[in-house]
């Protein structure tokens, strides 16, 4: 228990020599703003085959032998002429 108090104690000593306030408690909060993180690198990606911005990436299916991602429209027709025939979607009503 002893060995509890001096290890608070000690952090209490570190936190006031690296965030010098003054004496009132509530001055020592700190508030940690939790934003939404977003890949970088994946933001400034381009589709492999149209060049505009991606939203969400789809990987090319081994067969296409493509380099590189797919923006939705891109992907969908590749789908579609990878599988061809009449398609019909499901649930549709949750759209």
């Given at each position: 228990m002893a060995r509890l108090a001096t290890v608070i104690l000690l952090t209490e000593v570190l936190f006031n020599m690296i965030f010098?306030?003054?004496?009132?408690?509530s001055s020592k909060m700190i508030f940690i703003l939790n934003s939404k993180s977003t890949n970088k690198l994946e933001s400034h990606l381009k589709c492999s085959l149209c060049k505009n911005p991606i939203k969400q990436k789809y990987v090319p299916m081994e067969q296409w032998k493509i380099e590189g991602p797919l923006c939705g429209k891109c992907y969908s027709k590749k789908i579609h002429d990878h599988y061809p025939g009449k398609h019909t979607r499901a649930n549709l009503d949750k759209d």
């Open positions: 010098p306030f003054d004496t009132l408690q």
